[in-house]
């Protein structure tokens, strides 16, 4: 068993929550900081981060809600700053494929002059199954303004173990793994197959970005979710992620796991039974 802490910032989220529970297994020391945690740990307030930091020998950066949102480029080159500052030795930054701002954000962390390892990543598997597109897939109609663009998904499963051997394994110092899925895929294809799975019709429906734009205003989603899933779908799902990567197998020697497998074993849960 360590006695070296290593924090975990999203520690509640979809990577965070399995990066924490991998190292708690594993006797590690894990420290959780966010907005309900003593300390405070606010992305929006670095008057909290020196806290959250003492004591810590590696953390793992998730950012809320995206890299490509305004201000965060500058506060991931605060917070890699202060904690070289604090003598963390190592920091693990989840980042996004095909997102410019993204590699600004790396870009920040590679210039404070910390150990890191970045993971960037695609699309999850678990959008489908603990996210926004969750509450579409219950409905019967998934409907997205994407059409034939293929994306690379990827588990969060695959995430959490490549970003655990990053932090406690040597040889992944000043590394970038670029991660992805087995496969190419469509979200109509995927949405075929979890249907095919869960035994239940469920649609897939393409729609302009201004009615989709319209349908989250009409649900009364937030300005600043709007403004970044509008982002996400006009410039990240242009095509540009349309390639796979064998950044899994760099890093921990194996192959990601397949969509049809995650859909077998999510199905099975009942999360997408229909409740009506």
């Given amino acids: 068993m360590s006695s070296e802490t290593i924090l975990i910032l999203g520690g509640g989220g979809k990577t965070g929550r399995r990066v924490a529970e991998r190292l708690l297994a594993k006797g590690r020391d894990v420290r959780l900081a966010s907005r309900s945690t003593v300390p405070v740990f606010d992305w929006t307030d670095p008057s909290g981060w020196a806290a959250a930091l003492d004591g810590v020998d590696a953390a793992y950066v998730s950012y809320q809600p995206d890299l490509a949102v305004p201000g965060a480029v500058e506060a991931i080159g605060t917070l890699s700053r202060l904690a070289l500052k604090k003598g963390v030795r190592h920091l693990v930054l989840?980042?996004?494929?095909?997102?410019?701002?993204?590699?600004?954000?790396?870009?920040?962390?590679?210039?404070?002059?910390?150990?890191?390892?970045?993971?960037?990543?695609?699309?999850?598997?678990?959008?489908?199954?603990?996210?926004?597109?969750?509450?579409?897939?219950?409905?019967?109609?998934?409907?997205?303004?994407?059409?034939?663009?293929?994306?690379?998904?990827?588990?969060?499963?695959?995430?959490?173990?490549?970003?655990?051997?990053?932090?406690?394994?040597?040889?992944?110092?000043?590394?970038?793994?670029?991660?992805?899925?087995?496969?190419?895929?469509?979200?109509?294809?995927?949405?075929?197959?979890?249907?095919?799975?869960?035994?239940?019709?469920?649609?897939?429906?393409?729609?302009?970005?201004?009615?989709?734009?319209?349908?989250?205003?009409?649900?009364?989603?937030?300005?600043?979710?709007?403004?970044?899933?509008?982002?996400?779908?006009?410039?990240?799902?242009?095509?540009?992620?349309?390639?796979?990567?064998?950044?899994?197998?760099?890093a921990i020697g194996r192959p990601p796991r397949d969509f049809a497998d995650y859909v077998r074993e999510t199905a099975a849960t009942g999360v997408w039974e229909d409740l009506k």
């Avoid at 954000?105 to 990543?121: P, V, W």
């Avoid at 999850?124 to 994407?146: C, K, R, T, W, Y």
Wanted: overall charge negative; cysteine-free; hydrophobic content about 45%.
């Fill in 94 to 250: 989840l980042s996004g494929r095909g997102e410019d701002e993204a590699l600004a954000a790396e870009e920040a962390l590679k210039q404070s002059g910390i150990g890191y390892t970045i993971i960037r990543a695609s699309w999850f598997f678990q959008n489908f199954s603990e996210a926004f597109l969750l509450d579409g897939i219950l409905a019967g109609e998934l409907v997205l303004p994407v059409a034939d663009v293929r994306e690379p998904f990827i588990d969060a499963d695959d995430i959490a173990d490549v970003a655990v051997a990053a932090l406690i394994e040597p040889g992944h110092g000043q590394k970038t793994y670029e991660v992805t899925g087995p496969q190419l895929m469509t979200f109509g294809e995927a949405v075929a197959e979890i249907a095919r799975q869960s035994g239940r019709e469920i649609r897939f429906t393409t729609v302009d970005i201004r009615t989709y734009v319209a349908m989250l205003r009409e649900a009364q989603i937030p300005a600043g979710y709007i403004w970044l899933i509008e982002y996400l779908f006009m410039n990240v799902l242009d095509g540009r992620n349309e390639s796979l990567t064998d950044g899994v197998v760099q």
